[in-house]
């Protein structure tokens, strides 16, 4: 499996982006995918996650009530819907794939897709 992630962008406070994550490989419901997102000068922290087969999803606190995750298996795609940003989202966001279950550990991840910027600024 091979991650892409697209999206993002600028937006204000208070507003909604999407990122997308695409993999190539037909293992790819075999796969657990975790959002992160790295700030600067700050350490990559959990988003969200969602297993391979039943979609189970698990969040952040920072971000539990205001980020969605989803994903389509037979399109290989995970989706991250973000509302009502906050300055403090701004960051590299990252889409990783492990395969077996969820974790929320980036070192658990072994497949990372390059990064997509999002910034939250008035």
């Known amino acids: 499996v091979q991650l892409q992630a697209s999206g993002g962008g600028s937006v204000q406070p208070g507003g909604s982006v999407r990122v997308s994550c695409a993999a190539s490989?037909?293992?790819?419901?075999?796969?657990?995918i975790g959002w992160f997102r790295q700030a600067p000068g700050k350490e990559r922290e959990f988003v969200a996650f969602?297993?391979?087969?039943?979609?189970?999803?698990g969040y952040a606190d920072s971000v539990k009530g205001r980020f969605a995750i989803s994903r389509d298996n037979d399109l290989n795609t995970v989706g991250l819907e973000m509302h009502s940003l906050k300055p403090e989202d701004t960051a590299v966001y990252y889409c990783?794939?492990?395969?077996?279950?969820?974790?929320?550990?980036?070192?658990?991840?072994?497949?990372w897709g390059q990064g997509t910027q999002v910034t939250v600024s008035s």
């Open positions: 969602i297993s391979g087969m039943t979609a189970y999803t």
């Open positions: 990783a794939a492990r395969s077996g279950s969820v974790s929320q550990a980036p070192s658990d991840y072994t497949i």
């Open positions: 490989g037909r293992t790819f419901p075999n796969y657990a």
